[in-house]
Every structure is written in structure tokens, then in C-alpha cells.
């Protein structure tokens, strides 16, 4: 699978935007999918992620109630819709496909993660 995000950019603190990951090379209906961030100095941050169904979502603490994540099975497109956005949101975010069984599973933990896009810049200024 590839993966190609898009949506980063330059935005005051208290914006919005909203990133998308376009999957490509396999059905990514047989992936739940995920976005994680790494900010410069610091480790890799889980932000969201969403089962195979789209039912299930699972979500940072640290972006709870601000973020939202959905998936176009048909666009073959994951989306994370980014509101109230604060400088210490500014990071590298990536998108990322889970091959995974269970139609519902919607895991936070990389290492279960196969294959990652390049990354969209996001920078929140305050």
C-alpha cells in the first residue's frame, strides 16, 4: 500500500484544517488506518486511528474532542479533520495502514502499523 498525505500547512492557533491520506496498490478496505505526529526533539505521538468498517475510532488524549477521524472506503481516502488547533500540535503527521482481521479493531500502537506515507508539515502558530 501507499499512502500520500496532504492538507499541512500554516495556521494560527485556534484554526483549523484538515489533512488527508489517499491510499493506493490495495484495497485499503482491508486496513484500519491511523495518524501519528512527531514533533522535532520529541517521540512519536498517536492521534487517531479508525477500523477497516469505519466504525471504531480511537483517539490521542491529547487530541480528544478536537480531531476527528473518517475514512472514504470509495475514495480509497482517510481523513483527520484538525479544530482548535494549539502550537504544540505543530508536528510531522503521517498517515499509516494496519493489514488487520478484525473489521472493528481501530489500534493506537504503531509498531502494528506496516505502511507509512512521507508526511504533511502542520505548524500552529500562537
Known amino acids: 500500500v501507499q499512502l500520500v498525505e496532504s492538507g499541512g500547512g500554516l495556521v494560527q492557533a485556534g484554526g483549523s484544517l484538515r489533512l488527508s491520506c489517499v491510499a493506493s496498490?490495495?484495497?485499503?478496505?482491508?486496513?484500519?488506518m491511523g495518524w501519528f505526529r512527531q514533533a522535532p526533539g520529541k517521540e512519536r505521538e498517536s492521534v487517531a486511528a479508525i477500523s477497516r468498517s469505519g466504525g471504531s475510532k480511537n483517539y490521542g488524549d491529547s487530541v480528544k474532542g478536537r480531531f476527528t477521524i473518517s475514512r472514504d472506503n470509495a475514495k480509497e481516502t482517510v481523513y483527520l479533520q484538525m479544530n482548535s488547533l494549539k502550537p504544540e500540535d505543530t508536528a510531522v503527521y503521517y498517515c499509516?495502514?494496519?493489514?488487520?482481521?478484525?473489521?472493528?479493531?481501530?489500534?493506537?500502537?504503531?509498531?502494528?502499523?506496516?505502511?507509512w506515507g512521507q508526511g504533511t508539515q502542520v505548524t500552529v502558530s500562537s
Open positions: 496498490g490495495r484495497p485499503s478496505t482491508n486496513y484500519a
Open positions: 499509516a495502514a494496519h493489514f488487520v482481521i478484525d473489521y472493528n479493531r481501530a489500534s493506537l500502537d504503531p509498531d502494528l502499523y506496516d505502511f
